[in-house]
């Protein structure tokens, strides 16, 4: 039976060419992600999220699924994870950031859905 080995001993002995494939992939998956993706990222659970946010795990979950709702409502998840909501316009000659939204107050009430019309403040 093979002995087993940390992941930090395998690393090392792979080629530089295979590990820099390797760091190339994991920076496009850490670059692109979707909200859960994220949260689990972030070793957080739905639960303790929505624990933060005051608001159901079954609405944490149904926020992880919107694919359209508030720049407010989507600050407030990414803020509730630790981090900051950035907005960038990207064009071939470069990106800029949207600086408009952060004027956008957190809301005094807790996270809503109303049918059809995706996620409230």
């Known amino acids: ?8 001993e395998l690393r090392d002995q792979l080629p530089a060419a295979s590990l820099a494939r390797v760091e190339a992939r994991v920076k496009v998956a850490l670059h692109d992600m979707a909200l859960d993706e994220l949260r689990a990222a972030r070793e ?3 639960e303790r999220l929505a624990e933060t ?6 609405t944490v979950s149904k926020i992880e699924r919107q694919s359209d709702m508030y720049v407010s409502t ?3 998840f990414i803020e509730a994870m630790g981090g900051t909501l950035e907005i960038r ?3 071939p000659e470069g990106s800029v950031r ?3 939204f952060r004027e956008v107050q957190p809301p005094k009430r807790r996270i ?6 995706g996620f409230l403040p």
Do not use: D, V, Y
């Open 53 to 58: 946010l005051g608001i159901k795990q079954a």
């Open 89 to 91: 316009a990207c064009f």
């Open 112 to 117: 809503t859905l109303r049918s059809g019309s």
């Open 74 to 76: 989507l600050a407030r």
């Open 98 to 100: 949207i600086t408009q």
């Open 1 to 8: 039976m093979a002995k087993a080995r940390n992941f930090a």
């Open 44 to 46: 957080l659970t739905q």
